[in-house]
T-cell receptor, first 113, second 112 residues
């Protein structure tokens, strides 16, 4: 596709449920990032993949959060046993290589009720 | 810690005036500094970036300067227009890693 695509755009889930957020990076981009953005704040780093390898997961808040990119393309961010504090915009970004500019997707707005 | 400070948090300028946003980073190994513009309800869009081997970069009305010694970098917008109104984020790619640490954002309002 022309840009980074994320789905769903909006997700409302009940507290305690698991959610899976999907990111489809720009074709050919080897680096993929997940960020979380609270309203009025800058993006907060969660995790980074180079191809299929998760090279940095230092930003994942706790062990309820996990991410994978099994074939080096599409990535899934999974949040288990969601809590209200998980409500935020989750953004994916990709870059052609590790040291080139990153392009953001439109995000998934997660609301935990 | 991993921190990028950004000032000011809000900035109002008259159309045609210049706007300057400043960021400070703490990791001397950081080597790449992008700036993103985010309009309401939209994704952050890269507008300009600079690498640590360059002191200044310009693209039409937008310029970025970098002072590695002081660990400062700044965004300069000249001849501002109403469509420049948005939230601007600076970021630093953290040395030794490939993650970006973002500033807290500057809400720029250009008054017609």
């Amino acid at each position: 596709g022309a840009g980074v695509s994320q789905s769903p755009r909006y997700k409302v889930t009940k507290r305690g449920q698991d959610v899976a957020l999907r990111c489809d990076p720009i074709s050919g981009h080897v680096s993929l990032y997940w960020y979380r953005q609270a309203l009025g704040q800058g993006p907060e780093f969660l995790t980074y993949f180079n191809y299929e390898a998760q090279q940095d997961k230092s930003g994942l808040p706790n062990d309820r959060f996990s991410a994978e990119r099994p074939e080096g393309s599409i990535s899934t961010l999974t949040i288990q046993r969601t809590e209200q504090r998980d409500s935020a915009m989750y953004r994916c970004a990709s870059s052609l290589a590790r040291d080139t500019e990153a392009f953001f997707g439109q995000g998934t707005r997660l609301t935990v009720v | 810690g991993e921190n990028v400070e950004q000032h000011p948090s809000t900035l109002s300028v008259q159309e045609g005036d210049s706007a300057v946003i400043k960021c400070t980073y703490s990791d001397s190994a950081s080597n790449y500094f992008p700036w993103y513009k985010q309009e309401l309800g939209k994704r952050p869009q890269l507008i300009i970036d600079i690498r640590s081997n360059v002191g200044e970069k310009k693209d039409q009305r937008i310029a970025v300067t970098l002072n590695k010694t002081a660990k400062h970098f700044s965004l300069h917008i000249t001849e501002t227009q109403p469509e420049d109104s948005a939230v601007y984020f600076c970021a630093a790619r953290w040395g030794g890693t490939y993650k970006y640490i973002f500033g807290t954002g500057t809400r720029l309002k250009v008054l017609a």
